[in-house]
């Protein structure tokens, strides 16, 4: 397992912006799955953007199409949630994860995923 620590939460009004990051430590990131998870009080966990190894493939849930970007760095080993327009149901916990299986190139399932950090909590007011 990998090392991953997020930062990057806070509060704030609705229509503001936040950017999450999320640091590995050790080798391999660049070619990690990366993800971003949210967990909201009593429901599920559910994933809100994941990245391929390069980049060049990502997933956005529908509630945040047109407002999140996920991105990577991987000469900094860090991905990025670029969070805009936030609306008070984006608050969650929210969680960076990250995929080592060889192969795997895109997926929103949970047990995909080995490493996950603590999360940051980002909350939104109305």
């Known amino acids: 397992q990998v090392q991953l620590e997020e930062s990057g939460g806070g509060l704030v009004e609705a229509g503001a912006s936040l950017r999450l990051s999320c640091v590995a430590a050790?080798?391999?990131?660049?070619?990690?799955?990366m993800g971003w998870f949210r967990q909201a009080p009593g429901k599920e966990r559910e994933a809100v953007a994941v990245i391929s190894w390069s980049g060049l493939n990502t997933y956005y849930t529908d509630s945040v199409k047109g407002r999140f970007t996920i991105s990577r760095d991987n000469t900094k080993n860090t991905q990025y949630l670029q969070m805009s327009n936030l609306k008070p149901e984006d608050t969650a916990n929210y969680y960076c994860?990250?995929?080592?299986?060889?192969?795997?190139?895109?997926?929103?399932?949970?047990?995909?995923?080995?490493?996950w950090g603590h999360g940051t909590q980002v909350t939104v007011s109305s």
């Open positions: 050790g080798r391999g990131f660049s070619s990690y799955v």
């Open positions: 994860a990250a995929g080592q299986r060889s192969g795997l190139v895109l997926s929103t399932k949970i047990s995909d995923f080995d490493s």
